[in-house]
């Protein structure tokens, strides 16, 4: 057995790649979080206005034309989606239509839990951008499927059963 290990470790020291040395401007180019077109959508800058649902949530959304700051019931993206998948959710159709930094917006929302409301709120910022420019926008958030409201939500508990299809435990005696 430790030959083998002496041998693996033999190659892996022969085989060694030359270290290739990269500025941080490279490295800082390559993260997934940067959108390489920020800020090139075609869209008009005007303000708009859309609702959207979600589960039990209800996301009233107001884009007006800024810097790109998100408020969400009074508190910052940051501060209400601690999550950056929730972040990351809730701005889709502004990184899709390329409008970072062009629309502050400015959300309401109540009602369900988290997943429901970043929902909601997705849904309410894709409106807004539908109705601020339909001709531009509309083919692309319709064909990512951002104007479609997802209709799922909690099947209610049936008469008899624990909860909506959970039966009480069967005894043959």
Known sequence: MSSG????????EET???EVQESAEELTSYTSETNSGAGTGTSLIAPGYGTGRRKEAVAR???????????INGRTLEKYFPSRL?????NSPIVLLKLENKFDVIVLVDGGGVTGQAGAIRLGVARALNAIDRDANRSTLKKQGFLTRDAR?????????????RAPQFSKR
């Open 5 to 12: 290990l002496g041998k693996s470790r033999k190659m892996a």
């Open 16 to 18: 060694k790649a030359p």
């Open 61 to 71: 959304v107001r884009l007006v034309p800024g810097t790109g700051k998100w408020t």
């Open 86 to 90: 929730h972040q990351r959710e809730v």
């Open 153 to 165: 939500v909690v099947e209610r508990k049936k008469a008899g059963l624990h909860k909506a299809r």
